[in-house]
């Protein structure tokens, strides 16, 4: 089922067409990997979708409902967002996930549960009452996922993630992501440039190159019958994982 869609969408700046995309759909329960080289609109197009950032033209609906002026703020409550930087705030690493629910108006007695909750599902219980500035990056990373997934967003935006992480710390973050992701009913857009993460996390792979998308399918299809140079070109730099090494042999 879409849960997030974006329909004929052209975003121009300066003259400058920076996104052409006819049709691009999140789906409830999967996460969809959007990849493209600096510069190919990953950005503007997840600020489009989070109803961050104005088309030009185009629509963005959310089960359906075209996003408008009226009712952005509502849609917005629906979605949560992890950035490659943590973000937190200079407090505790317990305010830090109660207060995006106190601002949701969450009933008090939820927020404990909730908090409580993903404390213990991100591993952070023991950390939970002191301050976020003496944190690891990886534990930093964990609070602002904790933060994100305490909303019980509908949408997930992931922002490079697990970016600056080193490869221990990211591996365990990925593994304990995917664990909690996979099964739930969130539709997540995840943008990565670390191809090695995508068949852990994503359902689905999207390519995007000068604004366009220009093949989605499972990472394994778009790996094994890249449709055309560009999407080989991108891919052909990927670590491969065991299952996707004969990929190679398709190129
Ligand atoms: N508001 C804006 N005004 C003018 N140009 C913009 C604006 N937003 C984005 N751009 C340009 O659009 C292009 C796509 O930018 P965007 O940040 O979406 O790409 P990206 O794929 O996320 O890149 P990166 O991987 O480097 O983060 C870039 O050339 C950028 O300079």
Known sequence: MVILEARDIKFIKNNRTILDIDAFALRQGEVTALIGVNGAGKTSLMQILALLQQPTSGQVLFQGEP??????????????????QPL???MTVRQNIETGLRLRKVASHLIN?????????LGIQHLADGPVRFLSGGEAQRVSIARAL??????????????????????????????LLHGTKIATLFVTHDYAEIPYLAHRLSVLDQGRIIQTGTPQEIY??????AVLKLLQWIPM?????????AF
């Not at 009712?71 to 629906?78: A, E, M």
């Not at 094994?224 to 140079?229: F, M, S, T």
């Open 113 to 121: 549960q909730r908090v409580q909750l993903w404390l213990e599902r």
């Open 241 to 249: 994982r065991g299952e996707m090494r004969e990929a190679k042999g």
């Open 67 to 84: 996003a408008g002026k009226h009712n952005l703020l509502q849609l917005r409550k629906r979605m949560a967002f992890v950035f490659q």
């Open 224 to 229: 094994q019958r890249p449709k055309n140079q």
């Open 88 to 90: 937190l705030l200079d």
């Open 150 to 179: 305490a909303l019980e967003p509908e949408v997930l935006f992931l922002d490079e993630p697990f970016t600056g992480l080193d490869s221990p710390t990211r591996g365990q973050l990925l593994l304990d992501m995917a664990k």
